[in-house]
C-alpha cells in the first residue's frame, strides 16, 4: 500500500514538471530570442570583465569613495563642453564676419548678411529648442533653485533637455553682439543635468538604489560658473549666494575640489587650441602694480558703486516690467505661445538692423565679441590723451565715426538697456550674467575716462594726480554692476580672478558693496528672483524677499472665506458634511456656532472612525464624547502679519494653524494658502 501511494506521489510529481516545462515552452515562444537566459555568448569573457570591474571598483574605493570620482568628472566634463561650445561659437563668428568683409562694397548685401545671419540662428534656436525640449529655454537658474529645494521637475534634468540647450546657446552665442547675451545660466544647467546622472551612475556602482539627497547637483550648480571662466573660487561663492538656502558646509569641500578639476581643464585646454601660452587669466590686463590708484580714489569707486546701483534698479525694473507685458500684451502672448521661431527671428533681425556698423554699430562696438570688448573696457591706458590707443580702438569700431570716446560711451550704455531688456524676452536658450558684467564695466569706463580727464596732471588735495587708470574703474563697475543685479558679492572676487589684478581687490569689493546697498534697498528682488516670480516657480525664500508688504500686511487682511467648522456637540451628519466639504487634515472645532469659541481641532481620521462607529452600532453620537478634541493646536492672531504666520507655518509639522482673535475662532491657513498669498503680494509690486 505504500509502495502504490509512494508512486502515485512520483507520477504526479512527474506530471507537474512536465507541465511547468510546457509552460515554460510556450512562454518562451511569445519571447524575443535575445531575452532568454539561455542565450548568453562569451560567458567567461563576460565574467573575467566583470570580475576585473569589481576588483577595479574596490582599488578605487580604497583611495577614495566613488561619490569623489563622480566629482571630479563632474568638473573635468563641464569645461569640456565650455571649451567645446567657445571653440563652435568662435568659428561660426569668424564665419559670419568673414562672409560680411567678403561683401565690402555692396551695402545691401552686407546688410542683409549682418541681419539674416543672426535672426535665422535665433529663429532656428527657438523653433528647434520649442520643438524637441520646452523647457530648455531661458537660463535654467530659477529651475535650478527650485529642484534644490527638494521639488522635483524631472523633465528639467532629461538627457533631451542636455542635447536641446547645448546646441541652442551656441547658436544663441553665434549671434554675437546683437543679442548680447551669454551662457552662465545655461551652463549652470548644464552641469547640474551632468551631475544628475553621474549621480545614478556612482550610485549604480556603488550598489545603491535608493536617492540620497542632491549633493551633487548641490557641487554641479557651483562648477557650472567655474567651468565658464577657470574661475574657481569665485564660481563655488556665486553657486553658495544664489542657491543660498540650499548650501550646507558639507558641501565646500566637494565644489571647491571638482569647481578646481574643472578651471585646471578649462585652462589647459585654452593651452591646447593656442589661446594663451600658459595658464593665465582669461581677459589680460596690465595694470600699473606700483602705484595701483591714488588713496582719495575709494571714494570715486564709492560713487561709482552708488551709480551702479541706480543703474541696476533702473535695469530690474524695465526687466520686471517687460516680463509682465509680454504676458498680459495679446500680441506678445500670442508669438511667446504659437510662433516662437518668428517672434525671435524678428526682434533678432531689429537689434541687427541697429547694431550694423555702418549705422549705430559705428558706436557700438557691434564687431566686438564679448571677450574683446571686455578687454578693450579694461585696456589701463586712457582713451581720450591716447593717440595710439585711439587707432587700436578704430580697428574694434569704438570710435570709428570720429566722436568723442565719451560720446560712445554713453550712446552704447544707453542703447544697450533696453536692447538687453528686450533680448531678455527670447524665448531660447540665454545667459544673462556676463551682459551684466559688461555693461558695468562700460559704465565704470565712462566713469574712469571722465575722472582722468578731470584730474590727470593736477593738484587734487595737495597731491598730484600724474594718471589715473580707467581701467580699474571699468573692472569695479563690471563687478558692482552684475553683483547687485544678482544681489551678490561673489562677482567682486570673479572680477579679480579673470584679470589677474588682486591690486584692485580692495576698491572692487568696496564699489559692489555699496551697489549692493542700493540694489537691496525696499526689498527690490534680484535678477533670478525676478525670472521665479514671472514662472511662478515655488521659490519661497525668493517670494518673501519680493514682497516688501510682508512684514507689516496683517494676515487677517489677506484671509479668505472661513473654513468648515464643528461645534462640539456635532452628530453624525453634521461630521459627514464636514468631512465631505473639507479636504484638510484638521478641523477646527468651537463651543458652538453662535459663540465661535476655540476648543481646539480633531484629526480628519479621528472622524472617520467616529462615522464608522455611528454607522457599524447604529447609534447618534456626540463628537466630543466619541472623538478627541486637540486643545493644543497652534493659533495665531488676525493682527499677526503675514512674515510671522509664514514663520509659524515653516516649523509647524502638520503646516495648518488656526486663526482666533479673543478665543473665537477666525479661520485656518495651510501652506499652500500661504503660497498664494505669498504670490498675490509679489504680484502688487
Same mark, same amino acid.
Given at each position: 500500500?505504500?509502495?502504490?501511494?509512494?508512486?502515485?506521489?512520483?507520477?504526479?510529481? +512527474?506530471?507537474?514538471?512536465?507541465?511547468?516545462?510546457?509552460?515554460?515552452?510556450?512562454?518562451?515562444?511569445?519571447?524575443?530570442?535575445?531575452l532568454?537566459?539561455?542565450?548568453?555568448?562569451y560567458?567567461?569573457?563576460?565574467?573575467?570583465?566583470?570580475?576585473?570591474?569589481?576588483?577595479?571598483?574596490?582599488?578605487? +574605493?580604497?583611495?577614495?569613495g566613488?561619490?569623489?570620482?563622480?566629482?571630479?568628472?563632474?568638473?573635468?566634463?563641464?569645461?569640456? $563642453?565650455?571649451f567645446?561650445?567657445?571653440?563652435?561659437?568662435a568659428?561660426?563668428?569668424?564665419?559670419?564676419?568673414?562672409?560680411?568683409?567678403?561683401?565690402?562694397?555692396?551695402?545691401l548685401?552686407?546688410?542683409?548678411?549682418?541681419t539674416?545671419?543672426?535672426?535665422?540662428?535665433?529663429a532656428?534656436?527657438?523653433?528647434?529648442?520649442?520643438?524637441?525640449?520646452?523647457?530648455?529655454?531661458?537660463?535654467?537658474?530659477?529651475?535650478?533653485r527650485t529642484m534644490?529645494?527638494?521639488?522635483?521637475?524631472?523633465?528639467?534634468?532629461?538627457?533631451?533637455?542636455?542635447?536641446?540647450?547645448?546646441?541652442?546657446?551656441?547658436c544663441?552665442?553665434?549671434?554675437?553682439?546683437?543679442?548680447?547675451?551669454?551662457?552662465?545660466?545655461?551652463?549652470?544647467?548644464?552641469?547640474?543635468?551632468?551631475?544628475?546622472?553621474?549621480?545614478r551612475?556612482?550610485?549604480?556602482?556603488?550598489?545603491?538604489k535608493?536617492?540620497?539627497?542632491? +549633493?551633487?547637483?548641490?557641487?554641479?550648480?557651483?562648477?557650472?560658473?567655474?567651468?565658464?571662466?577657470?574661475?574657481?573660487?569665485?564660481?563655488?561663492?556665486?553657486?553658495?549666494e544664489?542657491?543660498?538656502?540650499?548650501?550646507?558646509?558639507?558641501?565646500?569641500?566637494?565644489?571647491?575640489?571638482?569647481?578646481?578639476?574643472?578651471?585646471?581643464?578649462f585652462?589647459?585646454?585654452?593651452?591646447?587650441?593656442?589661446?594663451?601660452e600658459?595658464?593665465?587669466?582669461?581677459?589680460?590686463?596690465?595694470?600699473?602694480?606700483?602705484?595701483?590708484?591714488?588713496?582719495?580714489?575709494?571714494?570715486?569707486?564709492?560713487?561709482l558703486?552708488l551709480?551702479c546701483?541706480?543703474?541696476?534698479?533702473?535695469?530690474?525694473?524695465?526687466?520686471?516690467?517687460?516680463?509682465?507685458f509680454?504676458?498680459?500684451?495679446?500680441?506678445?502672448?500670442?508669438?511667446?505661445?504659437?510662433?516662437k521661431? $518668428?517672434?525671435?527671428?524678428?526682434v533678432?533681425?531689429?537689434?541687427?538692423?541697429?547694431?550694423?556698423?555702418?549705422?549705430?554699430?559705428?558706436?557700438?562696438?557691434?564687431?566686438?565679441?564679448?571677450?574683446?570688448?571686455?578687454s578693450?573696457?579694461? +585696456?589701463?591706458r586712457?582713451?581720450?590723451?591716447n593717440?595710439?590707443?585711439?587707432?587700436?580702438?578704430?580697428?574694434l569700431?569704438w570710435?570709428s565715426?570720429?566722436?568723442?570716446?565719451?560720446?560712445?560711451?554713453?550712446?552704447?550704455l544707453?542703447?544697450?538697456?533696453?536692447?538687453?531688456?528686450?533680448?531678455?524676452?527670447?524665448?531660447?536658450?540665454?545667459?544673462?550674467?556676463?551682459?551684466?558684467?559688461?555693461?558695468?564695466?562700460a559704465?565704470?569706463?565712462?566713469?574712469?575716462?571722465?575722472?582722468?580727464?578731470?584730474?590727470?596732471?593736477?593738484?587734487?588735495?595737495?597731491?598730484?594726480?600724474?594718471?589715473?587708470?580707467?581701467?580699474?574703474?571699468?573692472?569695479?563697475?563690471?563687478?558692482?554692476?552684475?553683483?547687485?543685479?544678482?544681489?551678490? $558679492?561673489s562677482?567682486?572676487?570673479?572680477?579679480?580672478?579673470?584679470?589677474?589684478q588682486?591690486?584692485?581687490?580692495v576698491?572692487?569689493?568696496?564699489?559692489?558693496?555699496?551697489?549692493?546697498?542700493?540694489?537691496?534697498?525696499?526689498?527690490?528682488?534680484?535678477?533670478?528672483?525676478?525670472?521665479s516670480?514671472?514662472?511662478?516657480?515655488?521659490?519661497?525664500?525668493?517670494?518673501?524677499?519680493?514682497?516688501?508688504?510682508?512684514?507689516?500686511?496683517p494676515?487677517?487682511?489677506?484671509?479668505?472665506?472661513?473654513?468648515?467648522?464643528?461645534?462640539?456637540?456635532?452628530?453624525?451628519?453634521e461630521?459627514q458634511?464636514?468631512?465631505?466639504?473639507?479636504?484638510?487634515?484638521?478641523?477646527?472645532?468651537?463651543d458652538?456656532?453662535?459663540?465661535?469659541?476655540?476648543?481646539?481641532?480633531? $484629526?480628519?481620521?479621528?472622524?472617520?472612525?467616529?462615522?464608522h462607529?455611528?454607522?457599524?452600532?447604529?447609534?447618534?453620537?456626540?463628537?466630543?464624547?466619541?472623538c478627541?478634541?486637540?486643545?493644543?493646536?497652534?493659533?495665531?492672531?488676525?493682527?499677526?502679519?503675514?512674515?510671522?504666520?509664514?514663520?509659524?507655518?515653516?516649523?509647524?509639522?502638520?503646516?495648518?494653524?488656526?486663526v482666533?482673535?479673543?478665543?473665537?475662532?477666525?479661520?485656518?491657513?495651510?501652506?499652500?494658502?500661504?503660497?498664494?498669498?505669498?504670490?498675490?503680494?509679489?504680484?502688487d509690486?
Open positions: 500500500m505504500k509502495s502504490f501511494d509512494k508512486s502515485l506521489e512520483i507520477e504526479t510529481e +512527474e506530471e507537474g514538471n512536465v507541465q511547468k516545462q510546457e509552460n515554460n515552452s510556450e512562454a518562451s515562444h511569445n519571447k524575443t530570442p535575445l532568454l537566459d539561455s542565450w548568453k555568448p560567458k567567461g569573457t563576460r565574467a573575467n570583465v566583470k570580475e576585473w570591474l569589481l576588483k577595479l571598483r574596490d582599488c578605487l +574605493e580604497s583611495v577614495c566613488i561619490q569623489w570620482y563622480g566629482f571630479a568628472t563632474l568638473g573635468i566634463l563641464t569645461a569640456v $563642453l565650455s567645446l561650445m567657445d571653440f563652435s561659437v568659428k561660426l563668428q569668424q564665419a559670419h564676419l568673414w562672409l560680411y568683409a567678403k561683401l565690402e562694397g555692396h551695402i548685401l552686407q546688410f542683409l548678411c549682418w539674416l545671419y543672426p535672426a535665422c540662428i535665433c532656428f534656436a527657438s523653433s528647434f529648442s520649442h520643438n524637441i525640449c520646452p523647457f530648455s529655454t531661458g537660463s535654467g537658474i530659477p529651475e535650478v534644490l529645494t527638494g521639488i522635483e521637475l524631472p523633465h528639467y534634468l532629461s538627457l533631451t533637455n542636455v542635447f536641446t540647450k547645448f546646441l541652442g546657446l551656441i544663441t552665442l553665434a549671434a554675437g553682439s546683437t543679442v548680447f547675451l551669454g551662457k552662465v545660466g545655461p551652463f549652470v544647467h548644464l552641469s547640474t543635468m551632468i551631475g544628475a546622472y553621474l549621480d551612475l556612482c550610485r549604480l556602482i556603488q550598489g545603491k535608493k536617492d540620497a539627497g542632491t +549633493e551633487m547637483m548641490v557641487v554641479a550648480a557651483a562648477v557650472g560658473v567655474s567651468s565658464c571662466f577657470g574661475a574657481p573660487v569665485s564660481g563655488v561663492l556665486f553657486g553658495v544664489v542657491m543660498s538656502s540650499h548650501f550646507t558646509v558639507r558641501h565646500y569641500c566637494p565644489c571647491f575640489f571638482s569647481a578646481a578639476c574643472g578651471a585646471l581643464t585652462h589647459l585646454l585654452s593651452m591646447w587650441s593656442r589661446d594663451g600658459t595658464l593665465q587669466a582669461l581677459f589680460k590686463t596690465n595694470f600699473p602694480t606700483a602705484s595701483p590708484f591714488f588713496p582719495l580714489e575709494i571714494l570715486l569707486f564709492a560713487l558703486g551709480l546701483g541706480a543703474g541696476t534698479r533702473c535695469y530690474l525694473f524695465c526687466h520686471r516690467w517687460i516680463l509682465k509680454t504676458k498680459t500684451n495679446r500680441v506678445f502672448l500670442t508669438m511667446l505661445t504659437t510662433e521661431g $518668428l517672434y525671435s527671428g524678428l533678432v533681425f531689429f537689434l541687427a538692423s541697429l547694431t550694423f556698423p555702418y549705422s549705430a554699430g559705428q558706436y557700438l562696438a557691434s564687431k566686438c565679441t564679448t571677450k574683446q570688448l571686455l578693450s573696457l579694461l +585696456e589701463s586712457q582713451w581720450s590723451h593717440a595710439s590707443v585711439r587707432l587700436e580702438l578704430d580697428s569700431e570710435s565715426s570720429g566722436a568723442p570716446i565719451f560720446l560712445s560711451l554713453a550712446f552704447f544707453l542703447m544697450k538697456m533696453w536692447m538687453l531688456v528686450l533680448a531678455c524676452t527670447l524665448p531660447l536658450p540665454a545667459g544673462y550674467f556676463m551682459p551684466v558684467f559688461a555693461y558695468g564695466a559704465m565704470g569706463r565712462l566713469f574712469g575716462e571722465a575722472v582722468a580727464y578731470v584730474t590727470t596732471g593736477r593738484d587734487v588735495l595737495g597731491q598730484q594726480w600724474t594718471s589715473v587708470n580707467p581701467g580699474g574703474y571699468a573692472l569695479a563697475g563690471a563687478a558692482a554692476f552684475s553683483g547687485a543685479a544678482t544681489h551678490t $558679492l562677482p567682486a572676487l570673479l572680477a579679480v580672478e579673470l584679470t589677474g588682486v591690486t584692485h581687490a576698491p572692487v569689493l568696496l564699489s559692489t558693496l555699496v551697489a549692493n546697498a542700493v540694489a537691496r534697498s525696499r526689498n527690490c528682488p534680484s535678477f533670478y528672483d525676478g525670472l516670480i514671472s514662472k511662478k516657480l515655488p521659490h519661497l525664500p525668493s517670494l518673501k524677499k519680493a514682497c516688501p508688504q510682508l512684514p507689516s500686511t494676515l487677517g487682511k489677506v484671509m479668505g472665506v472661513k473654513s468648515v467648522q464643528l461645534q462640539k456637540a456635532a452628530g453624525p451628519a461630521v458634511s464636514a468631512v465631505s466639504n473639507s479636504s484638510e487634515a484638521q478641523i477646527p472645532v468651537v458652538s456656532h453662535e459663540s465661535q469659541v476655540f476648543l481646539g481641532s480633531v $484629526l480628519r481620521s479621528d472622524l472617520l472612525l467616529f462615522l462607529r455611528c454607522q457599524t452600532q447604529r447609534i447618534e453620537g456626540r463628537l466630543d464624547e466619541m478627541s478634541i486637540r486643545p493644543n493646536s497652534v493659533v495665531v492672531s488676525p493682527h499677526n502679519t503675514v512674515q510671522e504666520a509664514y514663520n509659524m507655518l515653516s516649523v509647524v509639522p502638520a503646516q495648518t494653524v488656526f482666533a482673535d479673543r478665543g473665537k475662532l477666525v479661520g485656518q491657513i495651510t501652506m499652500s494658502e500661504m503660497k498664494l498669498i505669498l504670490e498675490g503680494l509679489a504680484k509690486i
